[in-house]
């Protein structure tokens, strides 16, 4: 077996093509349920409106699985980098809000490396990458930062 390929900040700057896909009810419904939602602003068109909101909004880190959905390829620019999916670990993330997302909303992902970081003596290295969304109107709507961990098994100075 070959070397395993590292990454490092000569990384920085890489970008994931742009996805983009529509906040469909069904799905956020699914979403919902599984972490056990129930606030009617979620659920109820008229509850929202109510709450002076244009639509049925989106809980904050459902943007995560959106982002995910969009791409038919989700892990694309770690694999043109050349690292092995088996490797990678969610690490966490974060969301600034812009504006309300709602069903129905396009959004468009634009990802990129935005850092690369070596910890536990270069036994695993975060990458993080910023994530502008826009919507079908190309406002900016959100911004993310994920954090994933490559592991770098077999590296000589692990802790």
Do not use: W
Request: glycine share 6%.
């Amino acid at each position: 077996m070959g070397a395993l390929r590292r990454i490092d900040e000569t990384f920085v700057g890489r970008r994931r093509s742009p996805t983009s896909i529509k906040v469909e009810a069904s799905q956020l419904r699914m979403f919902l349920r599984s972490i056990g939602e129930d606030q009617p602003i979620f659920h109820d068109l008229e509850v929202a409106r109510a709450a002076g909101l244009r639509g049925i909004p989106i809980p904050a880190t459902y943007l995560f699985c959106l982002h995910m959905l969009s791409a038919k390829e989700p892990y694309e620019l770690y694999r043109d980098i050349g690292i092995e999916l088996g490797r990678l670990l969610h690490g966490e993330q974060s969301f600034t809000y812009r504006a309300q997302v709602c069903v129905g909303d396009v959004l468009t992902f634009e990802a990129q490396i935005s850092d690369v970081v070596d910890k536990k003596n270069g036994a695993m290295t975060v990458v993080s990458q910023t994530i502008r969304v826009k919507n079908q109107d190309e406002q900016h709507v959100a911004d993310m930062v994920l954090n994933t961990i490559v592991l770098n098994p077999g590296c000589e100075n692990a802790a």
